[in-house]
């Protein structure tokens, strides 16, 4: 993820999903940012959000004090969401690496990052250096 170098202005979204051993127990945290914000009712918040299932409810805070140690915001919750209304937003593979690498060894799990981009070709991804196996082409494109 490190030597990508893709064109951070066609990110979309991205997820970094931190899943507890053993799998086959569904215990994840999932933090997601959307270029465009993350529905919240009839609004968009711009932020970064995270879900979790499985987790604790002793656990929420401190995995929210992480994120807002990092990129701020305000909290916001609904059902298993935290938004962090306003916060710092991160494109960079340098920093969605770093941030996969701090929540694995803070939280003890392992981070799988997905990436969805606009507008960028098939030979952009390629250059980019993103590993052609993993790359999904958009249905109808």
């Given at each position: 993820?490190?030597?990508?170098?893709?064109?951070?202005?066609?990110?979309l979204n991205?997820?970094?999903?931190?899943?507890?051993?053993?799998?086959?127990?569904?215990?994840?945290?999932?933090?997601?940012?959307?270029?465009?914000?993350?529905?919240?009712?009839?609004?968009?918040?711009?932020?970064?959000?995270?879900?979790?299932?499985?987790?604790?409810?002793?656990?929420?805070?401190?995995?929210?004090k992480f994120?807002?140690?990092?990129?701020?915001?305000?909290?916001?919750?609904?059902?298993?969401?935290?938004?962090?209304?306003?916060?710092?937003?991160?494109?960079?593979?340098?920093?969605?690496?770093?941030?996969?690498?701090?929540?694995?060894?803070?939280?003890?799990?392992?981070?799988?990052?997905?990436?969805?981009?606009?507008?960028?070709?098939?030979?952009?991804?390629?250059?980019?250096?993103?590993?052609?196996?993993?790359?999904?082409?958009?249905?109808?494109?």
């Open positions: 993820m490190e030597n990508f170098a893709y064109d951070e202005k066609k990110l991205w997820e970094i999903k931190c899943v507890r051993s053993p799998e086959s127990e569904a215990i994840f945290i999932g933090v997601f940012l959307y270029r465009n914000g993350t529905p919240y009712d009839y609004e968009a918040v711009k932020g970064i959000t995270y879900y979790y299932n499985n987790i604790s409810r002793k656990e929420i805070p401190e995995i929210t994120l807002q140690d990092r990129f701020n915001g305000r909290e916001m919750e609904k059902g298993e969401r935290i938004f962090l209304k306003d916060s710092t937003e991160i494109y960079s593979p340098k920093d969605l690496a770093n941030l996969a690498k701090e929540l694995e060894k803070k939280f003890n799990a392992k981070a799988t990052i997905s990436l969805e981009f606009e507008g960028l070709s098939h030979e952009e991804l390629k250059e980019a250096g993103l590993p052609e196996a993993k790359l999904l082409p958009i249905p109808g494109k």
